[in-house]
């Protein structure tokens, strides 16, 4: 049985991760998101009152298509959030199909955890952020496994 995720296993398009510091840009990047209409899961605004938080991050990452991870001078000092990331991470590697934006917000990609470099970023204050990061939605990673795959085989 393959572990790559279907299409319609995922209750949620993107989910987006942060500390509470950086809810302004979080906040612009999920409404613009919802407006192209995807579903999504924002970190500080989507929590419900008196359940687990650790219990619902595991259960968002886990049914999230696309995880943005935005990273800043206050995320990359933040223990929870760098669990969050690792949580992401574990969870990519794990369940081939899933994909994980990180977005740089006043902090380059060498300030960033190591762990985090080998993926393709975005930077937050770039002209094109919105245009790269609704193109990276629409794309799933399962097709160009599946294009190369195929290619492999003949």
Same mark, same amino acid.
């Given at each position: 049985?393959?572990?790559? &995720?279907?299409?319609?296993?995922?209750?949620?398009?993107?989910?987006?991760?942060y500390? &509470?510091?950086?809810?302004?840009?979080?906040?612009?990047?999920?409404?613009?998101?919802? $407006?192209?209409?995807?579903?999504?899961?924002?970190?500080?605004?989507?929590? %419900?009152?008196?359940?687990?938080?650790? !219990?619902?991050? %595991?259960?968002v990452?886990? #049914?999230s298509?696309? #995880?943005? !991870?935005?990273?800043?001078?206050?995320? !990359?000092?933040? &223990?929870?959030? @760098?669990?969050?990331?690792?949580?992401?991470l574990?969870?990519?590697?794990?369940?081939?199909?899933? $994909?994980?934006?990180?977005?740089? %917000?006043?902090?380059? $990609?060498?300030?960033?955890? &190591?762990?985090?470099?080998?993926?393709?970023?975005?930077?937050?204050?770039?002209?094109?952020?919105?245009?790269? !990061?609704?193109?990276?939605? @629409?794309?799933?990673?399962s @097709?160009? @496994?599946?294009?190369?795959?195929?290619? #492999?085989?003949?």
């Open positions: 049985m393959s572990s790559a &995720p279907s299409r319609r296993s995922f209750t949620y398009d993107f989910s987006i991760w500390c &509470p510091d950086d809810d302004p840009i979080a906040s612009r990047i999920s409404e613009r998101l919802r $407006k192209e209409g995807f579903r999504g899961y924002a970190e500080h605004q989507d929590q %419900v009152a008196g359940t687990s938080v650790v !219990l619902t991050a %595991v259960e990452i886990e #049914a298509r696309v #995880a943005i !991870l935005l990273l800043s001078a206050k995320s !990359l000092g933040d &223990p929870w959030c @760098r669990r969050v990331s690792e949580w992401n574990h969870h990519n590697i794990h369940r081939r199909g899933t $994909k994980m934006i990180p977005v740089y %917000v006043d902090v380059t $990609k060498a300030e960033g955890p &190591p762990f985090l470099r080998h993926l393709n970023e975005l930077q937050y204050q770039t002209e094109f952020f919105f245009e790269r !990061l609704l193109s990276s939605l @629409r794309t799933t990673p @097709r160009g @496994r599946a294009a190369t795959s195929s290619r #492999a085989k003949r």
